[in-house]
């Protein structure tokens, strides 16, 4: 829980996004099997760069 809440707030401090759709993100990724929250960091910057 506390690497879903690290890469949330990493990426909304860089990038400024909405809270709530980067939590999302992060949510399913974490459901998914990712645990480290440099990882998740790092895949829900690679998503929002493409949207």
Do not use: H
Request: proline residues 2%; charged residues 30%.
């Amino acid at each position: 829980m506390e690497a879903q809440k690290t890469a949330v707030d990493a990426i909304v401090v860089l990038t400024g996004y909405d809270r709530d759709a980067v939590a999302a993100y992060i949510r399913r990724m974490y459901l998914a099997g990712v645990r480290d929250p440099k990882r998740l960091t790092f895949k829900g910057l690679q998503e929002l760069a493409r949207s």
